[in-house]
């Protein structure tokens, strides 16, 4: 028997909504294959935890999760009574930087049954591959007061190692599917970063002869994911820049609210993170209606992670189904409850059996 022992932080608004039922599909596909199970520890480091303790996690908070094969996480964020910058950088962004998940993979694909803002949705299959610990996110800058005057700097980061490692990433992954990946740029307006950026997948890409390559705007490239998915197969973006795409690969499918995410440590030494690309959703909090695809299909991307590819398919194909059957909730034009998709998602896992 295989035991996976997970870390689970359910975090804030629908996370704390979309977590559970998320863990129930994988007891599901546990008591439905048999040889493998799931222990969940969970943590409730949240802002309402840092309204009580003052911090977002305990001082030995990341020492603990290191004990973890891995950490399934919801959404971090509660704006109205903590400014979004402490509570993330306070946890989210402290466990991805701690733990080295230099890589955030979030693929975005067609289903059958989703209401697309497209009008002839094709069937698109891509996966942005995002740097995910340097580039415009980092600390280093500060806000000057001089006189009335007022003005903030922020540096971004991006070293060799860092962007090779995501580009390198990305074109092994190009090779293993349709051949093809894209650079998100902008050379065209921002000076050094992005010009070092495409001077680096220049000299990585040689060593890809398979994969054909192109370098994109980034500004032409967010309106050629919304016309035209279909043209992508992998595209490997800065941190910002993936992060914004993957907002857009959610709309595209249909709602931000099935995207999944995959934050990997690559060398193995630290535990790998699992959060879906959407927020906390304060607009939606507390009603029962938030979509748990997100959270359900990233669990699917920690199956594939612990080796369990074949699971992970079979998670994905009754995802589809569900949705194909109209067993879906507001935000792609359904009217079901999150436990009303992830019951049904687990009736018909168990229905394999
Ligand atoms: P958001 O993703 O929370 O919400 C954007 C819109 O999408 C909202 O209208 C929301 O209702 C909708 N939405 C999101 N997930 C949904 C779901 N599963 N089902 C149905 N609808 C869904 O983004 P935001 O409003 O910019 O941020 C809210 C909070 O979440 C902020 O504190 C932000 O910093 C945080 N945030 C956290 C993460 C994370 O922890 N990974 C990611 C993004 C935003
Ligand atoms: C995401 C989120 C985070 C990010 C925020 C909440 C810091 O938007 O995971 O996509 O920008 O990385
Ligand atoms: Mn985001």
Redesign the pocket.
Known sequence: MKKHEIAVIP?D??GKE?VPPALEVLHTIAEVHGGLSFEFTEFPWSCDYYLEHGEMMPEDGIETLQNFEAIFLG?????SIVP?HVS?WGL?LKIRRNFEQSINIRPAQYFKGLRSPLTNPNDFDLIVVRENSEGEYSEIGGRIHRNENEMAIQNAVFTRKGCESAMRYAFDLAERRNKHLTSATKSNGIFHTMPFWDSVFDVVKNDYPKVETNSSHIDALAAFFVSQPEKFDVIVASNLFGDILTDIGGAVMG???IAPAANINLNGQYPSMF?PV???????YGKGI??PV?QIWTAKMMLDHFNEEELGEKLLDVIQEVIADDIK?A?IGGKCTTDEVSTEICNRLRALK
């Open positions: 975090g608004g629908i979309v959404a971090v964020g509660n704006p979004d993330l989210l709602s931000i609210g959060e959407h927020g906390s959703a304060p607009d939606i938030a979509n997100g909730t935000d």
